[in-house]
C-alpha cells in the first residue's frame, strides 16, 4: 500500500477519536469576516505563533500547535525535558493504539470508500474505544503544569491566540467565497439554460455507461463525519464558531496520528538499515528482504501474532549466508 493512501487510512479513521473535545474551553471574539482575518499581534517582544506568509495566509505547523508554542518558551534545561517527557509519554500511547489497532483503521477506510455510513459510524465508535479519553486529555494542560505560572500562561495566551486567528481566517475565507446576490443574479441564465438542457436529455433514451466513465468516490473534505450541515459563510455564530473550533481540534489530533504513523515506518527502514549495514547484505538480498519486511507489514496488520513472527525470521534466514545467520541471531538476541 503507497505511503500516501496509508496516510489516508490513518488519519481518516482516526481523526473520529477527538469528536468528544471540549470546544468551548478556547474563547473567540466576534469579528467582521469581511474585513480579513486580525494579526492579532501579540505584546511587544512576547513569543507568538502567529505568523502569516506573503500572501497574508496563516503558518501551519507539522506539530501540534501546544508543543510549538513550547518549543518558542525560553525554557531552562529542566523544564525543556519535563516538558519533553510529556510528549514522549503521549506519543508512546498513540504509537500503540496506532499499532495495535490496524486492522480496525483499514476496515474504516473501506467503509468511508464504499460510502457505508453505518459501517462508518460503528467504526467510529470502537475507535473511539480505542483511544479511551487520550484525544480529550488537554495537552496543553499537561505541559502547563510542568512549567511556572508565568510560562504557562504565555503558552496559553499563544496556543489561544493562534486558534482564535486560524478560526478567523477560515471564517473570512467562506465569506470571501461565498457568492452575492450580484453573483446569484447573474447566475440564474446560466442555470436556466442547464435545466433546459437537462430536460431535453431526459427526453433521450437512456444509454449504457462506458466502463471508463466510472468515477471513484472523491476523497473527504471532512475526515470525521460530516455534519448535517457546515457552519454557513458570512457572519460566525456562537454555534458556527463551535463548530470550527471543534474542526480545529480534530485537525491537531490528526497530525499527533499522521507523526505517529511516520514514526512507526522510520522505525522500520532503521531497522531494516541497520540489519543490511549489520549484515552486508547483497543489493540482491537487501531487495529481497525489504519485500518480505513489506509483506510481513502489510499481512500482520502492524500487530503481527507468534507464528507470524516465526515465519518471518524463517523467510529472511532463508536468504542469507551461514555467516549472515549467524550475525543475524546475534543482532536478535541484542534486541536491536
Known amino acids: 500500500m503507497a505511503r500516501g493512501r496509508m496516510m489516508t487510512v490513518v488519519c481518516a479513521a482516526l481523526v473520529a477519536g477527538a469528536a468528544g473535545l471540549a470546544c468551548g474551553q478556547i474563547k473567540t471574539t466576534p469579528a467582521d469576516p469581511m474585513s480579513g482575518p486580525r494579526i492579532n499581534d501579540p505584546a511587544a517582544g512576547a513569543p507568538s505563533l502567529v505568523e502569516r506568509n506573503f500572501e497574508g495566509k496563516l503558518k501551519r505547523y507539522e506539530e501540534r500547535i501546544e508543543e510549538a508554542a513550547a518549543s518558542k518558551l525560553d525554557l531552562t534545561s529542566e523544564q525543556r525535558a519535563a516538558v519533553q517527557k510529556v510528549l514522549d509519554e503521549r506519543a508512546a500511547k498513540i504509537d500503540g493504539v496506532v499499532r495495535e489497532n490496524f486492522e480496525l483503521l483499514v476496515k474504516g477506510a473501506a467503509a468511508r470508500q464504499a460510502g457505508d455510513r453505518e459501517a462508518i459510524r460503528e467504526n467510529l465508535k470502537q475507535m473511539r474505544e480505542k483511544f479511551g479519553d487520550l484525544p480529550r486529555r488537554g495537552l496543553l494542560d499537561s505541559i502547563a503544569d510542568t512549567l511556572p505560572s508565568e510560562k504557562a500562561d504565555q503558552l496559553r495566551s499563544m496556543v489561544q491566540q493562534y486558534m482564535r486567528a486560524s478560526i478567523e481566517e477560515e471564517i473570512h475565507r467562506r465569506a470571501v467565497a461565498a457568492p452575492t446576490d450580484k453573483d446569484k443574479k447573474a447566475d440564474e441564465p446560466r442555470k436556466a439554460d442547464d435545466e433546459s438542457k437537462k430536460a431535453e436529455e431526459s427526453e433521450k433514451p437512456d444509454e449504457p455507461k462506458k466502463p471508463d466513465e466510472a468515477k471513484e468516490p472523491a476523497p473527504d473534505d471532512m475526515m470525521d463525519e460530516p455534519p448535517a450541515s457546515p457552519p454557513k459563510p458570512g457572519a460566525a455564530g456562537r454555534a ?26 522510520a522505525d522500520g527502514k532503521r531497522r531494516l538499515d541497520e540489519i543490511a549495514k549489520e549484515l552486508d547484505l547483497t543489493p540482491e538480498q537487501d531487495g529481497k528482504i525489504r519485500q518480505l519486511a513489506a509483506n510481513y507489514a502489510l499481512e500482520s496488520k502492524q500487530n503481527p501474532t507468534q507464528a507470524q513472527r516465526a515465519k518471518f525470521f524463517a523467510e529472511i534466514m532463508k536468504e542469507l549466508t551461514p555467516e549472515q545467520r549467524r550475525k543475524f541471531i546475534q543482532y536478535q538476541r541484542a534486541g536491536k
Do not use: G, W
Open 240 to 265: 458556527d464558531r463551535a463548530k470550527l473550533v471543534a474542526q480545529f481540534m480534530i485537525n491537531e489530533f490528526t497530525r499527533e496520528v499522521r507523526r505517529s504513523y511516520e514514526r512507526i515506518i
